[in-house]
């Protein structure tokens, strides 16, 4: 019988969570500086509120209340569907 470990595959996951997330972050990045150089605030606030989402993906509570790889696989943090 093979078994999994579950705490290597959340590792794993979260590695591939990272990989995602790095373009969304680096395009922010550039929203972020458009902002900056405009002088909005406003957007400034709201970009960085979605990058510290994203940066808070890896910390989802579904990855870590997943008992089976299959639900594992199945996790998608919020912050990966709502951003850019």
């Given at each position: 019988?093979?078994?999994v470990n579950m705490d290597k595959?959340?590792?794993i996951k979260k590695?591939?969570?990272r990989a995602e997330r790095k373009p969304k972050l680096e395009e922010?990045?550039?929203q972020f500086m458009r902002a900056v150089e405009a002088g909005d605030t406003?957007?400034?606030a709201t970009i960085a509120a979605q990058?510290?989402?994203l940066r808070d993906a890896t910390d989802d509570p579904a990855i870590a209340?997943?008992?089976t790889p299959d639900e594992l696989k199945a996790?998608?943090?919020v912050a990966l569907q709502e951003t850019p």
């Amino acid at each position: 019988m093979i078994t999994v470990n579950m705490d290597k595959a959340r590792e794993i996951k979260k590695d591939m969570i990272r990989a995602e997330r790095k373009p969304k972050l680096e395009e922010l990045d550039v929203q972020f500086m458009r902002a900056v150089e405009a002088g909005d605030t406003d957007a400034q606030a709201t970009i960085a509120a979605q990058k510290q989402a994203l940066r808070d993906a890896t910390d989802d509570p579904a990855i870590a209340s997943a008992t089976t790889p299959d639900e594992l696989k199945a996790v998608v943090p919020v912050a990966l569907q709502e951003t850019p």
